[in-house]
Nanobody, 118 residues
Framework: QVQLVESGGGLVQPGGSLRLSCVAS????????MGWYRQAPGKQRELVAN????????NYKDSVKGRFTISRDNAKNTVYLQMNSLKPEDTAVYYC???????????WGQGTQVTVSS
C-alpha cells in the first residue's frame, strides 16, 4: 500500500520556523506532483504549496509566498516544507499529497499538527 508519512510539526512562537517532511513508500515521487495542504479548525482544506515533477515548477498560496519553501528529493522519495516567519494564522494540520492526473492517482498523508502561539 502507498503511504505518505509527515513529520516535523509542533508548537512554535510567532516568527519561528519549522521544517515538515513527507516520506513516501511504494511509489516513486518523481512521477507525481507533490503538495502540502492545511486545514484549520472549522475551515476548508487549502493548498499551501506544490511542486510539479519538475522541481523547477512550484506554486504557493499568496499568504505564504516568501515565507515557505517546498522542495523535493526524488532519490529519497521525500518532500519538504520549510516554514519561516510563522504566524498564528498558519496554525493547522498540514497534509502531504501526491497526485498524478494522467494515472488518476491521488494519495494523502495522515497530517501533522503545526501550532503557532505565544
Amino acid at each position: 500500500q502507498v503511504q505518505l508519512v509527515e513529520s516535523g510539526g509542533g508548537l512554535v512562537q510567532p516568527g519561528g520556523s519549522l521544517r515538515l517532511s513527507c516520506v513516501a513508500s511504494r511509489i516513486s515521487i518523481s512521477m507525481y506532483t507533490m503538495g502540502w495542504y492545511r486545514q484549520a479548525p472549522g475551515k476548508q482544506r487549502e493548498l499551501v504549496a506544490n511542486a510539479a515533477t519538475s522541481s523547477a515548477i512550484t506554486n504557493y498560496k499568496d499568504s505564504v509566498k516568501g515565507r515557505f519553501t517546498i522542495s523535493r528529493d526524488n532519490a529519497k522519495n521525500t518532500v519538504y516544507l520549510q516554514m519561516n516567519s510563522l504566524k498564528p494564522e498558519d496554525t493547522a494540520v498540514y497534509y502531504c499529497n501526491a497526485g498524478n492526473a494522467y494515472l488518476a492517482q491521488n494519495y494523502w498523508g495522515q497530517g501533522t499538527q503545526v501550532t503557532v502561539s505565544s
